[in-house]
């Protein structure tokens, strides 16, 4: 009983303590955050601050699905690697072999390695002159390619490292085009990626946060800030 009684004390401190921290770093009526801390799978302190869309006046919850943002391209990655364990890709392939629509004007041979490491030479779509015109609307991942797979490439592929969101949109369409699935059905069943939501095509709005199907998860968590 000492122990216990112990072990809940230091969690309530804990709790006041990042309370009373996070309170001052997020105002209520302003873009905010999840918090959750846990040891030895026992969650010690879950809470939200702020809001999930300001312009509709929704505020955070602890339950809510983030948006990933780049973070899905380790997944992707891990997909890709998924694939080529069943045999159904060789990493240094050119990716052409699997997506033979796409012309590169230099002709060099751009392989799935090359994708997964940003040494491609392949263009940032978000670099694209017209990017800020046209990011907040939907579009299809075909129109996508379309707007880039034209465009020369930046140098000669594997010479040189830079990052661009291309890639994986390029191997994003190699794991539907390999697996037979659409990207979401392909990734969704594996366990990790057992507790996301997958949107398609992107929302529009100023929405960062989802709430999570599984309301299980905040049964224990502090009421949300």
Excluded: C
């Amino acid at each position: 009983m000492f122990r216990f009684w112990r072990a809940s004390s230091r969690a309530q401190t804990l709790s006041e303590k990042l309370d009373a921290m996070l309170s001052r770093r997020f105002n209520p009526d302003e873009p905010g955050a999840a918090i959750i801390a846990t040891r030895n799978d026992e969650t010690l302190y879950r809470a939200a601050y702020g809001m999930a869309d300001v312009a509709r006046g929704v505020k955070l919850d602890p339950g809510m699905t983030f948006r990933l943002g780049s973070l899905t391209k380790r997944f992707t990655a891990v997909g890709v690697m998924m694939l080529a364990e069943q045999g159904k890709l060789v990493i240094q392939q050119d990716i052409r072999d699997v997506l033979p629509n796409l012309p590169f004007r230099q002709g060099e041979v751009i392989t799935v390695e090359h994708l997964l490491t940003h040494t491609s030479g392949v263009r940032d779509y978000t670099a694209l002159k017209d990017f800020a015109d046209k990011m907040a609307r939907d579009i299809s991942r075909d129109a996508l390619i379309d707007r880039f797979k034209d465009t020369p490439l930046q140098f000669e592929p594997g010479s040189k490292f830079a990052y661009s969101n291309s890639n994986y949109v390029l191997l994003g369409a190699l794991i539907e085009r390999l697996s037979g699935q659409s990207y979401a059905s392909f990734t969704w069943p594996h366990e990790y990626l057992s507790h996301s939501d997958y949107k398609t095509p992107p929302t529009k709005a100023m929405s960062v946060a989802r709430r999570e199907k599984r309301a299980a998860t905040v049964t224990k968590s502090p009421p949300r800030r």
